[in-house]
T-cell receptor, first 114, second 109 residues
C-alpha cells in the first residue's frame, strides 16, 4: 500500500530556530505539493513541484521559507528563522499530474514554534 | 469572493439521517472538482470526484452545477463513522487544487 511519508510527525521548537520537514512521495508520482493548515486559513498551498522542478511557490513567504526536491524520492520544506505564526500542520501530497489528479496526502508534520 | 466557500457547520445529525452540503466556487474556468474527507488530526483523503452528470458512490451522491458554480454532497443513512470534516476542492489548473475550509459533520447515536 503506497503512501506518502513525512518526518518528523511532531516538532516543537523555539522562535528563531531552523526547522526542516521531509517528505517521501509515492514512487512514480511526478507532482509534489506542500500545504499548510491552520484553523483560521484552512489548507493553503505553499509550493508545487513537477518532475522535481518548482512550478509555483507563490504561496510561500520567500524570506524565511524554502522548498526543494534534491531527488525524486525526497522533498524538503525549510523554515529559517521560525516564528510563532508558523505554528501549523504542514502536509506534503503527491500525485500523477493529470487533470483528474488525485492528491495523496502524507500524515503531516505538526509544528509548534514557541 | 473566496475561491471556494463552504458553510463551516457543524452539522449535527442523528444516525440514519440524510444530510447535504453545498459549496460555491468563483473561478468559472475550473476544470475538475472533488470532495475530500478529513478526520480529526488526520490528513485529507479523497472521498469522490464530482462530474457534471452527477455521480453516486454507495450512500454518497455528488452533483455539479457549472452554471451556478456550486457543488453538492448528499449523504444518506448517516453513520457514526461519517463524522468528519468534508472539504470541497476545485482544480484550478496545472494539477493545483484549491480547498475550501471544510464543513464539519457530527453524527450522533
Amino acid at each position: 500500500d503506497a503512501r506518502v511519508t513525512q518526518t518528523p510527525r511532531h516538532k516543537v521548537t523555539e522562535m528563531g530556530q531552523e526547522v526542516t520537514m521531509r517528505c517521501q512521495p509515492i514512487l512514480g508520482h511526478n507532482t509534489v505539493f506542500w500545504y499548510r493548515q491552520t484553523m483560521m486559513q484552512g489548507l493553503e498551498l505553499l509550493a508545487y513541484f513537477r518532475n522535481r522542478a518548482p512550478l509555483d511557490d507563490s504561496g510561500m513567504p520567500k524570506d524565511r521559507f524554502s522548498a526543494e526536491m534534491p531527488d525524486a524520492t525526497l522533498a524538503t520544506l525549510k523554515i529559517q528563522p521560525s516564528e510563532p505564526r508558523d505554528s501549523a500542520v504542514y502536509f506534503c501530497a503527491s500525485g500523477s499530474g493529470t487533470i483528474e489528479d488525485t492528491q495523496y496526502f502524507g500524515p503531516g508534520t505538526r509544528l509548534t514554534v514557541l | 469572493r473566496k475561491e471556494v466557500e463552504q458553510d463551516p457547520g457543524p452539522f449535527n445529525v442523528p444516525e440514519g439521517a440524510t444530510v447535504a452540503f453545498n459549496c460555491t466556487y468563483s473561478n468559472s474556468a475550473s476544470q475538475s472538482f472533488f470532495w475530500y474527507r478529513q478526520d480529526c488530526r488526520k490528513e485529507p483523503k479523497l472521498l469522490m470526484s464530482v462530474y457534471s452528470s452527477g455521480n453516486e458512490d454507495g450512500r454518497f451522491t455528488a452533483q455539479l452545477n457549472r452554471a451556478s458554480q456550486y457543488i453538492s454532497l448528499l449523504i444518506r443513512d448517516s453513520k457514526l463513522s461519517d463524522s468528519a470534516t468534508y472539504l470541497c476542492v476545485v482544480n484550478r489548473g496545472y494539477s493545483t487544487l484549491t480547498f475550501g475550509k471544510g464543513t464539519m459533520l457530527l453524527v450522533s447515536p
